[in-house]
């Protein structure tokens, strides 16, 4: 019976990471789809705001699932990417705030 029972959990949280992963993967993705659509609307090149909150969100999910996973070259690649999505954010917030104060 406990046998059952711990390879039941053991199923189930295999299960869960991968579809963390794959909820990860798909966030990460979509920011492509996001950047694209907004460039053929403006008809230039244009990163939205959304491209950087499903980088953030999509990297996030992805380093968790990496450090899960206890790759030390996913989790460097990962938290890396989620620093500059991070500081891409800040970047845009000062910039607004600036523009805000000064107009």
């Known amino acids: 019976m406990s046998v059952d029972i711990d390879l039941w959990l053991f199923s189930f949280t295999l ?5 963390i992963g794959f909820v990860g993967q ?7 789809i ?9 008809r230039r090149s244009y990163i939205p705001m ?3 909150y499903f980088s953030l969100a999509g990297g996030s999910i ?3 699932y ?3 996973r206890q790759d030390p070259v ?3 690649g990962q938290a ?12 845009i917030f000062r910039e607004r705030k600036a523009a805000t104060a000064g107009g």
């Open 74 to 76: 996913f989790i460097v």
């Open 15 to 19: 299960t869960t990471w991968i579809a």
């Open 62 to 64: 992805l380093l968790a």
């Open 66 to 68: 990496a450090i899960h």
């Open 80 to 91: 890396f990417g989620v620093f500059i999505y991070l500081r891409n954010l800040q970047l």
């Open 50 to 52: 959304a491209f950087w």
């Open 26 to 32: 798909a966030m990460f993705s979509l920011r492509f």
């Open 34 to 42: 996001v950047q694209w659509l907004s460039s053929e609307k403006h």
